[in-house]
């Protein structure tokens, strides 16, 4: 099967070999990429203690750029949504990573239940108001630090020519609201997907799926948890 995959290159990369090992396709076309400000972390690490919450794994990703300035904080209690960013953390050094299998809210629900003190969130933008909308329920007190943007990218002509002039993708991966939005909001990419077309669109989230429009959303398969292995299994 054709898959086309919209995630930021990074990961994107990941998700190809996984595609490839299951007998697929993969189609790379990013519609995102990250602008890392490792400044940013590094102050509010330096200004912290206690317990950090990451709801992607891009957080990570700004940490890693840190080498020995990051040892310090290795022994912090880590929060992180997903296991495959759990995962990330302890691959590089953090020691006590807790996981949640759900969304955002479900993360907050994991700090509630651990009762951790304070709280750093190292937060990209844009980004759901899920995990920070649930902490305030709860009362948990925390700060934010916005250490990356995930910046939109707007694939040339050529390249959606190069991906549905011979036989469509079969599927479409979207794992963030963000990037169904820009996906559909590019012309040649929404005429690319036409009513009839009988593409499936395969969708981390009824969140994801909220940005796919209307007339398509018969197309729309809706991931059973929120996570890769929950979407790959749809194909």
Request: hydrophobic share 45%.
């Amino acid at each position: 099967m054709r898959v086309l995959v919209t995630r930021p290159a990074h990961s994107a990369t990941r998700t190809a070999q996984r595609l490839r090992d299951m007998g697929h396709e993969p189609l790379l076309l990013p519609l995102r990429r990250p602008l890392h400000d490792g400044n940013a972390a590094a102050d509010a690490l330096a200004t912290t203690s206690g317990a950090i919450a990451v709801t992607s794994a891009e957080a990570i990703r700004v940490l890693s750029a840190f080498g020995e300035q990051l040892h310090p904080h290795l022994a912090r209690p880590l929060f992180a949504v997903g296991e495959t960013t759990a995962e990330e953390a302890r691959s590089l050094g953090f020691r006590s990573v807790a996981s949640s299998r759900g969304n955002g809210g479900d993360l907050a629900d994991l700090v509630a239940a651990e009762k951790p003190g304070t709280l750093l969130y190292l937060a990209g933008t844009p980004r759901a108001e899920t995990f920070e909308g649930r902490l305030r329920e709860l009362g948990i007190h925390f700060s934010v630090a916005e250490c990356y943007r995930m910046q939109p990218v707007v694939p040339s002509p050529a390249e959606i020519e190069a991906i549905f002039s011979g036989p469509h993708p079969e599927a479409i991966l979207f794992y963030s609201r963000q990037t169904a939005e820009d996906f559909f909001r590019v012309p040649e990419l929404r005429s690319a997907v036409p009513e009839h077309s009988g593409i499936r669109l395969l969708c981390l989230s009824e969140a994801v799926a909220e940005a796919v429009p209307a007339a398509l959303r018969k197309n729309v398969v809706i991931s059973p948890m929120p996570d890769e292995k929950s979407l790959l299994s749809l194909l």
